[in-house]
């Protein structure tokens, strides 16, 4: 059964482009309600921990020095179905290869600095919503 949430990270390249309030219009508008969300700057320690599961691969010294460079949105969004549901929206990893209309293809400038962060799995979202939110400060729509 797919979960109701996931969890983004407007990355340092959109925050600094001025490209946040654009990105979280766009997620709003595809029907997802931010239950928690915050502006963070993680630290070297922070980016390595939570892009662990790439370590040893060529890329992870540059995506770390790169999701420490600055400010980041970090968010829990809710809609039925999310993880799916944000993947579609946020397209390709590669902004080039990514579909029209989606957040990548609107708003990246690169494979690295692809404007935000996805989760990919029902276990990701709530290990990353854990890992940034305590449940006090997530707003989940009232049953």
Known sequence: M?????FTMIKP??????KAGSIIAKIIESGFRIIAMKLTHLSKADAEYFYSIHKGRPFYESLVDFMSSGPV??????????V????????NTDPKKAEEGTIRKLFAES????????????????????????????FPAKS
Request: charge should be negative.
């Open 13 to 18: 390249y959109a925050v600094k482009n001025g």
């Open 111 to 138: 494979v690295q600095a692809n404007a935000v962060h996805g989760s990919d799995s029902d276990e990701n979202a709530e290990w990353e919503s854990n890992y940034f939110f305590s449940h006090r400060e997530r």
């Open 84 to 91: 799916a549901d944000y993947r579609k929206i946020i397209g």
């Open 2 to 6: 797919a979960g109701n949430i996931t």
């Open 73 to 82: 949105f970090v968010a829990i969004l809710e809609k039925e179905n999310a």
